[in-house]
């Protein structure tokens, strides 16, 4: 599967972002989703997944900020991200086709090209 992200830019702090991951292939419904963030100099991180049944993971931190959601027909994970901060500056990717853990980047065999985020304060 093809993954194509967008949906980044730069925010205050305080404010909201969604991103969006495009699917391709006929097969989006199969995968489990996800979505992780890496800054320069850092190990990539899991911050939010979902299974191709709806079932939702979410990262400590952004747990109470951000939501994650897929719709079928459009074949789109979205990642809705709200009261941003500082830390959450990154560049964010989607991930499709798990087979091992949900948070671990090891477990997902399709990525897209990142969307950078830039939380200013």
């Known amino acids: 599967v093809q993954l194509q992200a967008f949906g980044g830019g730069l925010m205050q702090a305080g404010g909201s972002l969604r991103l969006s991951c495009e699917a391709s292939g006929r097969t989006f419904r199969w995968y489990d989703m996800g979505w992780f963030r890496q800054v320069p100099g850092k190990e990539r991180e899991f911050v939010a997944g979902?299974?191709?049944?709806?079932?939702?993971w979410l990262t400590d931190s952004v747990k109470g900020r951000f939501s994650i959601s897929r719709d079928y027909s459009l074949k789109t994970v979205y990642l809705q991200m709200n009261t941003l901060n500082s830390g959450d500056t990154a560049v964010y990717y989607c991930a499709a086709d798990r087979s091992g853990p949900y948070y671990s980047i090891q477990s997902y065999r399709s990525w897209g090209q990142g969307t950078k985020v830039t939380v200013s304060s």
């Open positions: 979902i299974s191709r049944s709806g079932e939702k």
